[in-house]
T-cell receptor, first 112, second 115 residues
Framework: GNSVTQMEGPVTLSEEAFLTINCTYT??????LFWYVQYPGEGLQLLLK?????DKGSNKGFEATYRKETTSFHLEKGSVQVSDSAVYFC???????????FGTGTSLTVIP | GAGVSQSPSNKVTEKGKDVELRCDPI?????LYWYRQRLGQGLEFLIY????????KSGLPSDRFSAERTGESVSTLTIQRTQQEDSAVYLC?????????????FGDGTRLSIL
């Protein structure tokens, strides 16, 4: 079946530290992969996406590369800011069917 | 343009009562999704609409849950005889066409508390 496994949080980093949030998936074929972010008190919003193997999604300094060989889509940022504090969700949409599958979310807190 | 709108934003009700949650998707988005997010957990898929039809109801947790969509627009999620375990944030999302490369746009959710 289809599923997403995310690194468990919470994650606490100092400002300007390097961030990695791991995400691996199980799916048949070539799903589309997404990272969503939920800032405190706000709804989920799309952060970045990749629709085929080796694609790199990027936005707001965040990047994630679609790795078919390792079935991974790890989120990275070189230098986090306090304003990046949020919950991050990895998600996939498989080749067939209508459902999106979400990970359980990883809470990130960045301290000054 | 307007995003996905959900109402009410908060709902507190007594166990055993029925509740109705509303979602207004982005205009022109044919795909609409409902999710449940319990405290500290991920998103749990409930139901998907393509137009007014619901080809995938596999996530509805029990027959107390139902949903409908009219005019390829507004959707309502109804929970009958609410139980305390129904307490959660209910999220609605819409997307253009529902294709796999189309991201979802989420509303701010309805926070449901069952006393």
């Amino acid at each position: 079946g289809n599923s997403v496994t995310q690194m468990e949080g919470p994650v606490t980093l100092s400002e300007e530290a390097f961030l990695t949030i791991n995400c691996t998936y199980t799916a048949t074929g070539y799903p589309s992969l997404f990272w969503y972010v939920q800032y405190p008190g706000e709804g989920l919003q799309l952060l970045l996406k990749a629709t085929k193997a080796d694609d790199k999604g990027s936005n707001k300094g965040f990047e994630a590369t679609y790795r078919k060989e390792t079935t991974s889509f790890h989120l990275e940022k070189g230098s986090v800011q306090v304003s990046d504090s949020a919950v991050y969700f990895c998600a996939l949409h498989p080749n067939t069917g209508n459902q999106f599958y979400f990970g359980t979310g990883t809470s990130l807190t960045v301290i000054p | 343009g307007a995003g996905v709108s959900q109402s009410p934003s908060n709902k507190v009700t007594e166990k055993g009562k029925d509740v109705e949650l509303r979602c207004d998707p982005i205009s022109g988005h044919t795909a609409l999704y409902w999710y449940r997010q319990r405290l500290g957990q991920g998103l749990e898929f409930l139901i998907y609409f393509q137009g007014n039809s619901a080809p995938d109801k596999s996530g509805l947790p029990s027959d107390r849950f139902s949903a409908e969509r009219t005019g390829e627009s507004v959707s309502t999620l109804t929970i009958q005889r609410t139980q305390q375990e129904d307490s959660a944030v209910y999220l609605c999302a819409s997307s253009y066409g529902g294709a796999k490369n189309q991201p979802q746009h989420f509303g701010d959710g309805t926070r449901l508390s069952i006393l």
